[in-house]
């Protein structure tokens, strides 16, 4: 991964350089940018959105882009990206009635390449911020999956601080896929506004920011705010699904099942799979578990799971159960540990947390499963995929290898 400033110089020259900087998570100045974000959806290695919110009217604003902070504070070798997008938020909130959503699509960007960048809306600039983009070519690296992080605001933020943790401690993790259920009610804007300011902790102490892969969980439902949070992650028809190109040999494809999963739907996973053939990793996201800890299996079953067959998926990153859970590799409905898909989830990032089924077959060792809260790091390198599940006080709950076939 190309760092063209050291860590410990960045994170100097953050603070210096920002006046407008602030703690991640702290109220922000409220005639400025904050709620800042970055979504990554297609191509990671040269395109990003940077979205944020302000209460600034009709003003979009506009983001400055840098290879470095020093330039990004002088001036010098910049560049300037209008945002694309501006609107009042859907949904209504005595106190956020004025609240708009800004979206700023970038493109032309290098891969492993650490873009630096600040918003400006009304004259007033966010604080100085940067994330890496991914890569190309088949360097190691890594990325955080988790859900489920509605309901419990205050296990919610420790988790963001967990994750924080992790970002300062591994900058190889690149990008965080969210598998869904942000909020309890996806028409509430109090709502997404809490879990907004609440994703700011998971920026780092010298502003580096872990793109979000987002998913549409079942409390985010069909309602309009998920959009406008995320940019339109599935393009101006709102289909929500997609798939990443997260470096050469490692492919995320996103799914909605909260819609049909037949269709369309099925039948643009069947193409991006035949597309991706060659792909060594195939990974998908999805809400609603195929193989649950707890709950029955989602109706994406027999549509989805004979394609994760066919084209070799390897990882399945699962949600909605609230349980922490890892299956043994599965083919059809048995264990097959040379050709089977991980299911992995499922849910731990603030919700209460359930007890799993433990006794299910595909739970059995060398599967497991526990109640806990918890996020999954997911690393890619040259012996195969390493998955481990970090809780809330930093403890290690699980680990395992994926090798390659």
């Known amino acids: 991964m190309t760092i063209r400033t050291p860590l410990f110089l960045a994170a100097l020259l953050a603070v210096v350089l920002s006046l407008a900087s602030r703690e991640p998570g702290a109220a922000a100045d409220a005639t400025g940018p904050r709620e800042v974000r970055v979504i990554w959806t297609e191509s990671p290695q040269t395109t990003a959105v940077v979205a944020w919110s302000t209460t600034m009217g009709d003003d979009a604003g506009f983001v400055e882009l840098a290879l470095d902070a020093p330039s990004l504070a002088s001036g010098t070798d910049t560049r300037r990206v209008d945002a694309q ?14 609240l708009r959503y800004h979206h700023a699509r970038i493109t032309g960007l290098e891969p492993s390449t650490t873009i630096w960048f600040r918003v400006t809306t009304g004259g007033v600039a966010s604080r100085v911020l940067h994330f890496t983009t991914a890569p190309a070519d088949d360097r190691p690296f890594a990325i955080l999956s988790g859900g489920d992080s509605r309901s419990d605001r205050a296990m919610r933020q420790a988790m963001n601080r967990r994750l924080q943790a992790i970002a300062t401690a591994r900058p190889d993790v690149l990008a965080f896929a969210h598998g869904g259920d942000y909020i309890r009610n996806g028409l509430d804007l109090g709502q997404w506004w809490a879990w907004l300011e609440d994703h700011q902790l998971v920026t780092t102490a010298d502003g580096r920011v872990l793109p979000v892969v987002p998913t549409r969980g079942n409390h985010e439902g069909t309602g309009p705010l998920y959009d406008e949070v995320w940019a339109r992650p599935g393009g101006a028809q709102a289909e929500d699904w997609f798939a990443t190109k997260l470096a050469r040999d490692v492919l995320l494809i996103t799914l909605n099942s909260e819609t049909a999963t037949d269709g369309d739907q099925r039948d643009f996973l069947a193409a991006t799979l035949q597309a991706h053939a060659g792909v060594p990793w195939k990974l998908v996201q999805y809400h609603r578990p195929i193989f649950p800890g707890v709950k029955t299996p989602g109706r994406a079953k ?57 006794e299910r077959w595909y739970l059995q060792p060398p599967g497991m499963s526990r109640s806990a809260h918890h996020v999954w790091i997911v690393a890619f390198g040259p012996d195969g995929i390493a998955v481990e599940a970090i809780g809330v006080d930093g403890e290690r709950l699980d680990t395992a290898r994926i090798p390659p076939r």
């Open 85 to 98: 997008a501006c609107g009042v938020y859907s949904g209504e909130h005595d106190d956020l009635s004025d």
């Open 302 to 358: 027999s549509h989805w799971q004979p394609l994760f067959d066919e084209f070799g998926v390897r990882l399945a990153l699962e949600s909605d159960g609230h349980v922490l859970k890892r299956t043994v590799p599965i083919r059809g409905d048995a264990r097959d540990d040379e050709h089977g898909v991980v299911y992995l989830g499922e849910g731990g990032l603030g919700v209460a947390q359930r007890t799993p089924e433990a």
